[in-house]
């Protein structure tokens, strides 16, 4: 069996690739918006992330412009660069539809009404470029009943791309095609959301909802019953829905304020309208309580007040579903949460919950067994395999694992047991993979990641983009070299080396540990010894690392261990400098929060390739303390290249270092990183997260025939002179109440490194080892000051930084 479904595999990859031959990324050089409303402003701010232009129409040129000119206000950012704005033109119907002619691509973003949308197409039918693609970001009606009323030219050309909202952070696109689609322009558009936009796409059929709302509406429903059933408070549900999960820190309710109410209302009654087969269809109707909420205008975020309701600032009550009276958050401690949260590994957290025997266990089972059942109910209806449906949950909905990717964690032959002990029908496709022997949905075959695909009752290879490459494929390769607690290094083949960060503690953030940096010096020494070509930096997790673990340096301060923390700053700075003067090229590709000591490891790299929404950081300062493992050198060296002076590390770099990392500045995307100068210009920015390994090894390659070392640098740092005028910055900023007694201490701290402390001047070149030895000891002194110590203990129990 699993022989033939090899043989399939192999002659499907053959296949295919012999159907993407001559394909090349669709050029869409323009982009028409139709509709500048909230969605529509936030789709035409990515598509200037990527340096497209667009004309975005709108009913008047007034709507357009306050419309566009509202999207640089919102938060999170839709820009990169708020000055990205002035690549969008605001356009209206009645004047500008005839510039519709020079745009490749037209979205269509208005009201989810059929008739407007209807006479909207219309409308721009005579203008629209015989050779365009229009789409709709339509998120439930049917791509048949949009392509009513146009003629046979558009209707070829024309398709559904629903993006998620934001656009700029949520991967997914859902492409929904009709009868009459030509499919030729399929394969290219995807390229082109994946590869200039970033984003995943997933292949849904023209159902109601789509993929992943109607699994994530469908989820949310069955959760909101299951709760009211077992009378759990909201901040409870929340509290078991969220990151313990592996799902969003929204969870449910607060996602559900989020989003709105009234939208959440809207595809629900969508599905429940529309899917009259659909076994869960009960599921879809509005409970009572939300009927009155939507009464009152209780809508959530929007409206001010939703299943929570903000009272003053930082006082949130929650309302109780029976009564939808408002009160204090209480939140209940269940054994099973406990037991759950003593596994580090999200997989065995997830497993001890839905085994917990209280109430919290049973309703995460219950709410956990409805949503795999209800997505495999699903297939082929709303897509042709489980792939799809698992990227629409991760992309669309930030679930950390997909509900087949979640089945296969919990064992698919023991919950079946359990489900048929509840009562509940399995589908009759699942019943034929396990008696058929195969028991995951899941499997590696022949180093390559498969699927089970019911059609053909064979394991499918997952078709992956070339530049989809992962530690994770790799490891299940058995391309392992050495792995530790935190780190691994990993085998990237053509006689590259991957170095992958996985923190025993806290894979999600990273934090660097000894582990990491044992790691890192054993990789440098690894690479050299076995004459290979270079090192790439990275990791798979959510976050390439949040900074240094915190932990160690408090535990040290309270012994008061001056010289633990000194060997710990030292070794890391050693290590750094290794990598910095390594004999083969290294390549950091870092991607979420980049801060602290995180930043001082890609900043010792030769090149750094980054996914655009990076989050870079020296923040040293917000936990009392100043960079000390080479972060301030990394700074100097950077904006030395950015800001051209004549001589390296003159008072514009050191004012501007001072700036950036005084008042711990995080960047809000690798293209912020770079006017920061934690990213210098010949760094590249990737917009898709899951390249950025394939092009640093990529980037490596390039490098290694000519690779030199680079040489120790010196500066000429302004010493006292320079000194004086930061004094100065600093004691405005103190009378202005700008700062506290304890930031301006820590500000001449970090004034004294970046001028070059006691050796700076103008004449008086510094070499980097002293630039680091000075680093260090403002580092440890600053370690022992009750007042930083108070801020590293706020911080690693509030988690925010702590003004004292």
Known sequence: ?????????????????????????????????????????????????????????????????????????????AFYNPKNVEMITPLNYDDHLYKLKECDWIIEVIAEKIEWKHGLYKRISPHVNPNSIVTSNTSGLAASTLVDTMDASMKKRFFITHFFNPPRYMKLV????????????????ADFLENVLGKGVVYAKDTPNFVANRIGVFGMMATLEEAYKRNLSIEDVDALTGALIGRPKSATFRTADVVGLDTLSFVAKTAYDNCLEDEEREGFKLPNYITKMLDNNWLGQKSGQGFYKKIEK????????????????????YGSVRIARENINPAKRFNALVNGKDIAGEFIWAVTSRALLYAANRLPEIADDIVNIDNAMKWGFAW??????????????????????????????????????????????????????????????????????????????????????????????????????????????????GSIMQSMQSAVSWVKDNGYNGLVISGDSTNFSAGANLNIILNAAQRKDWSGIELVSKHMQDVTQMVRFSSFPVVAAPFGLVLGGGFEVIGACDKIVAAAESYIGLVEVGVGLIPGAGGNLRMIRNLSEKIKSPMPGAFPVVQKVFEVVGFAKVATSAKKAQAYGYLRKSDEIVINRGHILHR?????????????????????????????????????????????????????????????????????????????????????????????IARIEYMLTKGKPLRN
Not at 174 to 189: G, N
Not at 766 to 777: A, G, N
């Open 1 to 77: 069996m699993r022989l033939c479904a090899l043989v399939a595999a192999k002659a499907l990859q053959l296949l295919l690739k012999e159907l993407i031959k001559g394909y090349h990324i669709m050029e869409i050089k323009r982009v028409g918006i139709l509709g500048a409303g909230v969605m529509g402003a936030q789709i035409a701010a990515h598509l200037t992330n990527a340096k497209i232009p667009v004309y975005a129409f709108d009913m008047s040129q007034d709507v357009a412009k306050k419309g566009v000119e509202a999207t640089v206000k919102i938060k999170p950012a």
């Open 174 to 189: 859902e492409i929904i095609t009709h009868a009459d689609t030509d499919q030729s322009l399929i394969k290219p558009m």
């Open 314 to 333: 930082g006082v949130i009550h929650s309302i109780d579903l029976k009564t939808l009276e408002y009160s204090p958050q209480t939140k209940s401690r």
């Open 400 to 513: 950390s694992k997909g509900p087949f990717e979640i089945w296969d964690d919990l064992g698919v032959l023991v919950t079946i047991e359990r489900m048929k002990l509840d009562g509940r029908k399995i589908p009759e496709w699942v019943n034929k993979m396990t008696d058929s022997g195969f028991t995951e949905f899941y499997d590696y075959i022949d180093g390559k990641e498969c699927y089970y695909d019911p059609q053909s009752n064979a394991y499918q290879p997952v078709v992956k983009s070339e530049k989809e490459f992962s530690f994770s494929v790799l490891k299940k390769n058995n391309k392992i070299i050495k792995q530790d607690w935190s780190a691994s290094l990993v085998d990237l083949g053509d006689g590259i080396a991957g170095l992958e960060f996985h923190s025993v503690l806290n894979a999600d953030l990273n934090p660097i540990d």
């Open 696 to 788: 640093a090894k990529q980037i490596v390659l390039e490098m290694a025939p000519s690779y030199v070392a680079p040489k120790v640098d010196t500066y000429k740092l302004p010493g006292t002179s320079g000194r004086l005028v930061l004094d100065g910055s600093i004691k405005g900023f103190l009378k202005s109440k700008k700062i506290s007694e304890h930031d301006a201490h820590i500000a001449k701290k970090l004034g004294y490194v970046l001028t070059g402390g006691d050796k700076g001047g103008p004449f008086s070149p510094v070499d980097e080892q002293y630039l680091l030895d000075i680093e260090r000891e403002a580092f440890v002194s600053l370690c022992g000051e009750p007042k930083s």
